[in-house]
């Protein structure tokens, strides 16, 4: 199931890890494969989620383990489903 940007997505949806990380792919605005705190911060107004641009800096501090501003690296993306799960509370599960 293809989950499109221009499509509100429900923060207490159940989802995949493969569909959120499909949804989040859709921000990925210049097409590099990574996820940046900009794009990040959009996909959480996105969501409609309250203090999006501080829950952003918090996922980036938390997940951005070489520090490169970029969620790059597949160990940085379990980081970021964690986070969501945690913070966002949101329902992702492993297919």
Same mark, same amino acid.
């Given at each position: *199931?293809? +989950?499109?940007?221009?499509?509100? %997505? @429900?923060?207490?949806? $159940? *989802?995949?890890? @493969? !569909?959120?990380?499909?949804? %989040?792919?859709?921000? =990925? =605005?210049?097409? @590099? #494969?990574?996820?940046?705190?900009?794009? /990040? &911060? !959009?996909? %959480?107004? #996105? /969501?409609?989620?309250?203090?999006?641009?501080?829950? $952003?800096?918090?996922?980036?501090?938390?997940? @951005?383990?070489?520090?490169? #501003? $970029?969620? =790059?690296?597949?160990? !940085?993306?379990?980081? /970021?489903?964690?986070?969501?799960?945690?913070? %966002?509370?949101? &329902? +992702?599960?492993?297919?």
């Amino acid at each position: *199931m293809a +989950i499109m940007r221009c499509i509100r %997505l @429900d923060p207490n949806r $159940t *989802m995949t890890v @493969d !569909e959120f990380k499909a949804w %989040l792919r859709t921000y =990925d =605005d210049n097409h @590099d #494969g990574r996820i940046s705190q900009e794009e /990040l &911060k !959009e996909a %959480l107004h #996105g /969501l409609r989620i309250w203090f999006g641009r501080w829950k $952003t800096e918090k996922a980036m501090k938390s997940v @951005d383990s070489n520090r490169s #501003g $970029t969620i =790059d690296s597949a160990s !940085e993306m379990e980081k /970021l489903v964690k986070f969501a799960q945690k913070h %966002l509370h949101m &329902k +992702i599960y492993e297919s």
